[in-house]
């Protein structure tokens, strides 16, 4: 048994990535992050106080996939205004969560009603602080323009292959890629408008950039905290070494030595590993502008390169129309917020409006930033550079400004692996497509679907999701694509489902059927054995830990073991018990085993709410069984004498399968 007790926090903010608000939610939404942040979410709340949690998301409205998409929408006849097509989408999208069981405080969209005004307001706030700090540049680069739409592309309106050297990402955008790389417009390979079709052109256009490289030291110092406080994701930690390294030009192949030593000779102070037999040579600088003068010069010299990742500065603002409007500085006017920034202050946008409606008096900065709180956002692997590099940056400098150390209460941020569908990536675009998260529910229940994603482990690897009961309808009387494999045979989707429909039912059920046959459902007056003291206190130390890491699988398989164990140590008991005709040993048994009853019922409680809820109400305890405070007191804690549990009728499960599979 681990002594040693994880600390957790007096309040707690839970968020994750926000969904496009231009889509529904697929299975890889819910599965791959909504299902976790949830499950964290109902923890913290037991652990800590219902009270002192705030779990907030939202959909995110804005910016240029909108756009694109209701343009579409509306060559296919959709008659409704942008805000209408995103409204639409907003709802598909709460029905899909409420359907999941996700408990959010508040799912708001970033720009409607009640959160769109508050989200405005910090938008404002937010720049017009880090403009009076001094942190952020007007720079005027070339942007993509569509000269047969006459208008400047950003974001998704422009697609191509990513410049950065290694990069395994599916598309480039205007000038972040689908993994986060960021990179000058001019460095896209291939662009095409998204409106179009054609290869845009480069037009000067000034825009608003948060210095992220003033941050390198501090991003540094963090990086040191996180690998000593040792509950951060090892691939979130590689990702974000790589945005530290010093800028560095890769050029894989030059065809003229003394024309490559010309253009070296004239670029700002550097090193270079430079590879003659292989005509390759690496560049690295110190500061990301000697670089841009390089990355010139070789341009001048007709020198091929690509970039290395680093910290460079982060775009604030963009002309989408479809947008937040920046404040009026310097002269520069008619912009909007770029939508990924927006997107990061968007959850302190939501607690201000969760505590607006609920709890007027409360502060949104003590709940984000407050010595005693904690934020802990959810997240895909693809959305480390925003949250874990960019945004850290831009919360530094609020603390900065809010007179605290930059390190001080930063958000937790835990990224999950992709969640894949079959063999593929989940995916709303892909080749194959993803089924919604409601499509799903047609074959299975929330708590199986809860309970499958929740083991999933994807804060290690990348798991399939092969749900078979959906393949055989999709692909009934058809030959089985490529990566699906085979479609018969057991359903791994139902692996974890069957802790809760199969044994833990079974133990349950079969406690209050015994109670109710020996002791007319009251619950006998013993003291729990040693060993099964021990057990339970074993399991709930060891599952406090596994949660304060995010390790979620390794929760779900401690209370596998737990509840195998429990339902053969019951089996053998009462065996012993009948045979003997032992009613002293009878009752022993089953203050025992209601005991790791109630222990499972309260650790299961976060991933299977509806069930577990239903075993509260035939046991007749109010929400004080949820309290962590009490976790290791034993059932007769919380009844009184002569406590009889609602009649459990014959044939009844606490935990359900879906009507398919009866």
């Known amino acids: 048994m681990n002594q040693r007790i994880p600390k957790f926090p007096k309040r707690a903010v839970v968020t994750n990535g926000m969904p496009y608000g231009d889509k529904e939610l697929h299975f890889g939404h819910v599965g791959g992050c909504f299902i976790h942040s949830d499950i964290y979410a109902r923890f913290l709340r037991d652990r800590i106080g219902k009270d002192n949690v705030i779990y907030v998301s939202g959909a995110d409205c804005y910016g240029s996939s909108p756009m694109v998409k209701h343009q579409v929408a509306k060559s296919k006849g959709f008659e409704g205004t942008i805000q209408d097509f995103v409204s639409n989408f907003y709802d598909l999208q709460k029905e899909a969560l409420d359907a999941y069981n996700i408990s959010l405080s508040l799912y708001a969209a970033s720009s409607m009603e009640p959160a769109a005004s508050h989200h405005s307001e910090m938008s404002e706030w937010v720049f017009n602080t880090w403009y009076e700090q001094g942190y952020l540049r007007l720079e005027e680069i070339e942007l993509f323009y569509d000269d047969e739409n006459q208008t400047f592309l950003n974001g998704r309106q422009v697609e191509g292959q990513c410049p950065i050297v290694g990069c395994q990402s599916e598309k480039g955008y205007a000038d972040e890629c689908a993994l986060g790389h960021q990179y000058s417009p001019k460095e896209l390979i291939n662009p095409k408008s998204v409106i179009t079709g054609i290869t845009p052109t480069l037009r000067p256009n000034r825009n608003w950039y948060f210095d992220l490289e003033r941050f390198a030291e501090d991003l540094k110092k963090r990086q040191t905290l996180l690998k000593e406080r040792g509950i951060s994701r090892r691939f979130m930690l590689s990702y974000i070494e790589d945005f530290l390294k010093d800028p560095t030009i890769l050029i894989s192949k030059f065809d003229d030595l003394d024309n490559f030593r010309s253009a070296c000779g004239k670029m700002p102070k550097h090193t270079a590993d430079i590879k003659e037999e292989k005509k390759s040579a690496t560049l690295t600088f110190k500061v990301l502008k000697d670089r841009e003068k390089a990355c010139e010069i070789l341009r001048q010299h007709g020198i091929r390169f690509r970039t290395g990742t680093t910290l460079t500065p982060f775009r604030l603002t963009g002309n989408v129309k479809w947008g937040i409007p920046v404040p009026e500085k310097d002269g520069v006017t008619d912009q909007t917020f770029w939508v990924w920034p927006e997107s990061l202050w968007a959850p302190m946008s939501f ?35 925003f949250y874990d590099i960019a945004g850290m940056g831009l919360f530094m400098a609020l603390n900065e400004k809010a007179g605290r150390d930059r390190q001080a209460n930063l958000p937790v941020v835990i990224p999950n692996r992709h969640a894949f569908f079959g063999n593929s990536k989940a995916s ?27 083991h999933m482990a994807l804060q290690n690897n990348s798991a399939k999701f092969f749900p078979k009961a959906l393949f055989k309808k999709w692909f009934e009387g058809e030959e089985v694509p490529i990566g699906f494999g085979d479609i018969e045979g057991f359903d791994t989707t139902l692996a974890e489902g069957n802790l809760l429909t199969n044994v833990f039912n079974r133990l349950a059920r079969s406690c209050f059927y015994s109670l109710q046959q020996y002791f007319d459902g009251k619950l006998p007056e013993n003291e729990i054995s040693d060993k099964v003291s021990t057990d339970v206190e074993t399991l709930i130390a060891d599952y406090e830990w596994a949660m304060y890491r995010f390790e979620f699988s390794k929760a779900v398989d401690m209370l596998d073991k737990f509840l195998r164990d429990a339902n053969k140590l019951f089996d053998a008991k009462m065996k012993e018990a009948k045979a003997a005709d032992d009613d002293a040993l009878r009752a022993q048994t089953l203050s025992d085993a209601f005991h790791m009853v109630k222990a499972a019922t309260i650790l299961l409680h976060p991933f299977a709410p509806e069930g577990t809820e239903k075993l509260q109400e035939y046991l007749g305890v109010d929400e004080s069984f949820w309290d962590w405070a009490n976790i290791s007191k034993p059932l007769s804690f919380f009844i009184n004498e002569g406590h009889e549990f609602k009649f459990l009728e014959p044939k009844v499960d606490f935990f359900m399968k879906h009507p398919s599979q009866l």
């Open 351 to 385: 607690v201000k409006t969760y505590l607006a409606l609920n709890r007027p008096g409360e502060t949104w900065e003590d709940w984000w930033f407050g010595n005693d709180s904690q934020v802990y956002q959810f997240i895909g692997e693809d959305n480390i550079y």
């Open 428 to 454: 709303s675009s892909g080749k194959l497509r993803s089924p919604s998260a409601l499509e799903v529910l047609d074959y299975y229940t929330a708590e199986q679907l809860r309970m499958h994603f929740g």
